[in-house]
Every structure is written in structure tokens, then in C-alpha cells.
């Protein structure tokens, strides 16, 4: 049997009145690239948060390698290496000093943690860079060097929220082939979230969607785009799981976003 590296049965969260995550059953096998899609508010993050046990354990059951994350939280938390959304590399500190923190959050030996980081800062391409300070890196750089934090500690799972939010096309492949080669040499599961249904597409083994809560489909891209129709892309999948489009709310809300972001540094 093919050993599952995460597997969610029934798993519910709420914001007060808000179902953020309604009911989700999701297998990620080992070795697979997954990809969780859906428009902003799907549930995404939520379901991600709890699979890294930052949010505390929810109703119905999920496990990482086996194991439970409601009682084997700091087990669970070895296993994985997340990015998420948010910025989390420091502006002040040199590349090297940012992947050396999380060796120490991560309890790397102290004795292999010089040769992981510079493997970690490596398996990036940011060793001819690691002495400069982090505030200096363009935004695919960035992006790296918290692939290179996550990266440290030897995860079997990488999760990534947005990996390649923001970029531009150049630095989102970057980032995708730094992805693909650490997975090749390494074997480990990459649970990723994105908007780009392109990415999906091409680096994804499976994916599913999801909205308002719930998973709606999933499967390869391939045979969710012949689920359509022969000449079906992953954007129509998109559309007929969520009944909207891509110029619905999910996407009204990215445009603002960015505008908001152009209109700041013009300002700045
Ligand atoms: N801390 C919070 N407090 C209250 N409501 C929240 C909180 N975090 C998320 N929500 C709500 O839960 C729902 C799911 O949010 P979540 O961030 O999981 O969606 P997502 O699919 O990751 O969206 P995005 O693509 O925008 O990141 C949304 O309705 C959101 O407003």
C-alpha cells in the first residue's frame, strides 16, 4: 500500500461563525507533489495551519507519516518544513544568519549545522549570496532563502502557502526548480498552495480544488481536465468546481492586492 505521508478524515475548523474548513478528507501520498487549489477564502491556509499544527487540533483526524497530530504534535513538527505566506526571513540579517536561526529553531546538531546550512543555502542557489543581508535579496531571492529555512532541518514534508506569489514569471520558475531538484534528490512530499493554475498544471502530481470549506475534486491535472472535455485547461476546472470564474471575487481581490502594492511603492 502506498504510504501516505498526510491524511485528513473529516477535518472541520471554525472561526466563530465562519466554517473556514467544512468536512475535508485529503490523502497526500509520499514522494507526490500536491496542490491545494481554490479562491481566496477556500480554506487553504486554515487546512495547512492545521496540518502543521498551528492551529490547535481540530475535530475529526489527521496524521503525518502515522502520526497523529493532536497527540504527537512535536513529532509531527520534525517531520515538516513550511513556508508561509508571510514574510518570515529577516530584512537584518545576512542569508546565512536567516537559514542558521531556523537550524536552531529546527535543533540541528550543533556539530552538521554549519554543512547543513550552506547544503540548505546551496540546494537554493544563494551560497555566492548567503553574507549579504537578507534586505538587499530581489523577492524570487527571498522566496528562496525561506525555501532554504524550511529546507534545513531535512523535511519528509514541505509545505509551501504561495510559494510564488508576486513573482515575476523568471523568479516563480526559480523557485519551482529549486523545488523539483530538492524533491528529486531527496524524495520528500511538497504540499503547495497557488493561484497560478499554470504551475499547478506542470508541477503538480494531484491536486484538489476546494471552496467555501470543502473539497469539491481532485485528482491528476490531467484527468481532472478530461473530466471537462478534450480541450478542457485547469482554469475551467477551476471554474465549474468553484460555479464562478477567475475574475470573480478570489481574483477582484489579487488585483487590488497588487494595485495596492504598486500604488505603495510608488510612495515609498
Ligand atoms: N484568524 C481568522 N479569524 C477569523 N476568520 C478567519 C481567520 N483566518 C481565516 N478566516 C476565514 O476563514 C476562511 C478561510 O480562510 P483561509 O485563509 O483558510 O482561506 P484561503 O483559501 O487560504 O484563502 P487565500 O487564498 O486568500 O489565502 C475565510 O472566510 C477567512 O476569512
Known sequence: M?????????????????????????????????GLLGPN????????????????????????????????TMAVRRLIGYVPQQLSADATLTGRENVALFARLFDVPRRERQSKVDGALDAVGLLDVAERQAGTYSGGMIR??????????APRLLVLDEPTIGLDPIARAGVWERIQQVRAETGMTVLVTTH????????CDRIALMHKGKLTD??????????????ATLDDVFRASTGGDLDGDGAKGL???RATRRTARRLG
Open 2 to 34: 502506498t504510504e501516505l505521508a498526510v491524511s485528513c478524515t473529516d477535518v472541520r475548523h471554525a472561526f466563530g461563525d465562519t466554517k473556514a474548513v467544512d468536512g475535508v478528507d485529503l490523502d497526500v501520498r509520499a514522494g507526490e507533489v500536491f
Open 41 to 72: 477564502g477556500a480554506g487553504k491556509t486554515t487546512t495547512i495551519r492545521m496540518i502543521t499544527t498551528l492551529l490547535p487540533s481540530p475535530p475529526g483526524r489527521i496524521t503525518v507519516f502515522g502520526r497523529d497530530v493532536a497527540h504527537g
Open 144 to 153: 528562496r532563502l525561506e525555501l532554504a529555512q524550511a529546507l534545513v532541518s
Open 196 to 203: 497560478y493554475m499554470a504551475e499547478a498544471d506542470e508541477f
Open 218 to 231: 481532485m485528482g491528476t491535472p490531467a484527468e481532472l481536465r478530461a473530466a471537462l472535455g478534450p480541450d
Open 255 to 257: 488585483r487590488e492586492i
